[in-house]
């Protein structure tokens, strides 16, 4: 039985427990039709009890045959009230009484509990901020994990919902996918639902269904957790620069309306308690201090094990990789970020050619492996159609050249464990990828190996 469920039988108890107190009280003023309206209302909360029982523990059940006993010894006096026979109040208490401690013993003893995890990505390139908590939660025998990816929109310009995505046939074959339209949250009231977006409303970008917005998620659960899909560099709480730079992490919808937080370190707990007892006042303190846990992100369970884990290779992929005389290229992973587009335009955009001239010229002994931003799409061409319009010229001659690869598949953490070094923007991944002990390289936008017109 659920842990929502078992809770709703205890409450049934509890209220039959009080109503036998006022059905002593009745039959002691021989107020006989408040007694009989007293027991009546017993049956009806005992037969609700029991079929809530039934139905999770099946026909039989110990408690349920507890609960019929006590229908019997309700149906018997209420029968004797109506016949006119006297009915002793402290003997009719007893009666009752006895048999609910029976039932009560029962219902703490008997009900095993079980958890029901429900877990709401929506980008599958974001999965592994989620993972390793679901594994746990699906190894657990006493509970029931459900993946249940969700839809997003595009943002127009004007903030309506443009184009819808779904993705949830891109996840690993051992995740079970559970379909959004399939799960009746309502019903089910589950113990716990994760999710690692944490923006509602407020993305300028997308925006996931706004059924899965943390504000309505929570009247459907016993515990909202909230996970990041992102990992920051690590900083001490009292640089202030860098507390302000990510501020706005901190004070989303997500982080506010959850009931836990999960971050990924201890400083970093620290810093989102300073930001958010300083937004909701000091006073408030405490209760962030209980709310938001520094345990650690799951994305770098993910990435530590996939070093671990043979990597399957797409074979166009080993055409770039693999030497004529069937050894291997040093890999270099490459990855460019929206904020360094955003920010530099026209500049980045040289830098990024740049980067490839370089590369291709040493293409028989390293091969690139470009992997940009999974919302760099959405989000350029929302916000500057024209900037998107010159960066996927770029792309679609390094697609058309084919001297490197070109990798926008939900799974970054095959691209980290198959690359002998990192180098690109500042961005999340880095902080991933420095926990493989593989070289890092951030890349300057105002350095180029060859001289270009900025256009």
């Known amino acids: ?146 993946v249940i990816p969700i839809p997003y929109y595009d943002k127009n310009p004007d903030g309506s919902f443009g184009e819808m995505h779904y993705e949830g046939d891109q996840y690993p074959d051992y995740v079970p996918i559970t379909g959004y339209d399939e799960f009746d949250f309502q019903s089910h009231h589950p113990d716990m639902i994760f999710i690692h977006n944490p923006y509602d409303q407020y993305n300028y970008v997308t925006s996931v269904e706004p059924f899965f917005y943390c504000t309505n998620l929570k009247q459907y659960t016993e515990k909202l957790i909230y996970i990041p899909y992102f990992v920051l560099w690590d900083f001490k709480p009292d640089d202030k620069n860098s507390v302000e730079n990510m501020r706005h992490f901190c004070t989303t919808s997500g982080v506010i309306h959850a009931d836990k937080v999960i971050v990924q370190s201890e400083d970093m707990r620290q810093v989102y308690i300073d930001v958010m007892t300083e937004e909701a006042g000091e006073n408030t303190r405490s209760y962030w201090e209980e709310k938001i846990l520094g345990i650690g992100s799951p994305k770098f369970d993910r990435v530590l094990s996939a070093q671990e884990e043979e990597q399957e290779i797409p074979e166009d992929w080993k055409r770039v990789i693999e030497k004529p005389d069937g050894s291997r290229k040093k890999i270099i992973l490459y990855n460019t970020g929206v904020a360094a587009l955003l920010h530099h335009r026209d500049k980045m955009l040289s830098k990024i050619r740049d980067v490839f001239r370089v590369f291709k010229e040493r293409q028989e002994e390293v091969a690139l492996l ?22 996927e010229a770029i792309r679609e001659e390094y697609l058309a050249e084919g001297w490197g690869i070109y990798d926008d598949t939900p799974d970054v953490d095959r691209a980290i464990a198959i690359s002998d070094g990192y180098y690109g923007d500042g961005s999340s991944l880095v902080q991933m990828y420095q926990k493989t002990g593989k070289p890092v390289m951030i890349q300057d936008v105002d350095i180029r190996e060859y001289e270009e017109s900025e256009g």
């Not at 107020?31 to 009806?44: H, I, M, R």
């Not at 470009?370 to 024209?386: C, D, G, N, Q, V």
């Open 370 to 391: 470009w992997r940009p931003h999974p919302l760099i799409k959405a989000t350029i061409s929302s916000m500057h159609p024209e900037l998107w319009e010159a960066y």
């Open 1 to 146: 039985m659920r842990q929502a469920q078992k809770k709703q039988v205890e409450s049934y108890v509890e209220l039959l427990t009080k109503a036998h107190n006022a059905i002593k009280a009745a039959l002691k003023a021989r107020k006989w039709d408040g007694a009989l309206e007293l027991l009546t209302q017993c049956q009806e909360g005992a037969i609700l009890a029991g079929n809530l029982i039934e139905d999770a523990q099946g026909e039989g059940f110990v408690t349920v045959g507890l609960l019929e006993d006590y229908c019997e010894i309700v149906y018997q006096l209420h029968d004797k009230i109506l016949q006119g026979q006297y009915v002793d109040s402290s003997r009719a208490h007893k009666s009752l009484h006895r048999a609910m401690v029976q039932i009560k013993n029962s219902v703490e003893k008997d009900i095993p509990v079980r958890m029901e995890a429900v877990f709401l990505p929506y980008k599958a390139s974001m999965w592994d901020s989620l993972e390793s908590v679901w594994k746990a939660a699906d190894e657990d025998p006493d509970c029931d994990a459900y």
